[in-house]
């Protein structure tokens, strides 16, 4: 029986530098657009931003309120629906003043136990950028009327400054 | 002689792979990290209340004060000041709308009333199917004319070009050719590299507004003695206005020198 002759092969080796190569260009891309600062704000489902050039980054978000397509919010809690809203007359929504007005009093509860250094009334809304501006002037009045009179819109930055 | 013993290097190639390891996990650390929207805050200017009590007889306007007004209605959009009232800037709403039930991607011009059906399946769309809504600036002779749209070159971000003396460049700027744009001062020289990133669109009617502010914004800032609301301006707005073309219509504000935006509704104040 003829022996078969096993050919002994070299090992071989994979060429993994050109991969290296794009995962260099990949990493220094991502931290290149990376911000170093993080994630103050989270952008809600169910609604679409409005996008603004000329907007500022969050520094500080206290209580947040979202109007989406369907539900309005305050700090995760759904207290109706923005079609209630609309179509109710009273420039104030009762719910919304409700929660507001007892927020603001532990703010300021909290500023003269020296908990915090001061009660500012700030207040971030997101509104859906398709919102009638009825909610949202309802939406303020409210807000302003629980003593919120700090009101930020949040929105999507059309492009980044730097 | 002895002669040297040279020993046989084997040509060993370097192993990567812990690298490779290393670099798989920093991207994916990275990737989860990073955020592809970037959120920011528009602030808004609040008027102080009146500390005038209610059975003092209240002062009579101030005449040495701006009161710069933007007023925001389904047709136009109409500045107004102590001195009266600007000519009317007209628009055609046009919006891009996006089928749910489809992704299709549609553009209509906006009549009141009127509804938008999908060309694909004949569903009728929701206001929250609008993705894009843009104002077109026409020119109108009188109020029975539909208008004209106006054309006007726009960089790649969108910005309208404009020559050194206010008027808005019809065609991509020659090579040489000064141009500047809302909200910023510098006067930049046309190169043939953002020349080629330059087209000619429809004018915004955002853009024509802040162009119109920011001249108010220069004349006012010149004035002697400088008015106490020389940054300041309301935007007056329609209940049925959608909130895209008011934070539109702030950062049009703000592009053209009015940093304190305040919010009011047409027959009240918020």
Redesign the interface.
Known sequence: MAHRKIKRQEEA?LI??S??DV??I??TF??R???AEG?L???ADNL???????????TEVSLTIIAD?KNLTVDDKVLMTTESVRKQDS?LIKPVLDVLTKKRDEEKHAEMMGLIKEATGKV?VQ???????????KV??TC?YAGY?N??????????EG | MKKARTKKHRNK?LD??P??NL??I??TT??S???F????????W?PERSTTPQDQPQKDIDEGLLNLTVVITDKGITIGAAGGFQPSIYYQEEVEYRSRSDQHVFRKVWVKGEEVKSPTDGKVMS??E??TIMLNFVTKKDSADPGTYVYAAQNI?GNALMDTAGNWYATVPANGALYRTVGDETVHKMDPRTAAFCKVEKLSAYQEVAKTLEKIHMLYSQRDPLPPDVDDVVIL????????K???M??AC??AGFDRVA?S?IG?E?
Do not use: C, H, W
Not at chain 2, 237 to 244: F, L, N
């Open positions: 080796g993994i530098t991969l290296i995962f260099v990949v990493l991502l931290m657009t990376i911000s994630n704000m989270t952008s679409v931003l409005p996008m603004s050039q000329r907007s500022k980054s969050p397509q420039l971030v509104f859906d950028k398709n919102t009638p501006y009825d909610i949202v002037t303020m009045a302003g009179n009101i930020k819109f949040a929105v999507t930055k059309k492009n980044e | 190639e990567l792979i690298v490779m670099f798989s920093l991207v990275v990737i990290m990073s955020t929207e970037k959120l920011g805050v528009l602030e808004l609040l206001p929250y609008r993705e971000e707005a329609d209940e049925d206005v959608i909130y895209d008011v934070i539109q702030m950062d703000k592009s919010l509704l009240g918020v």
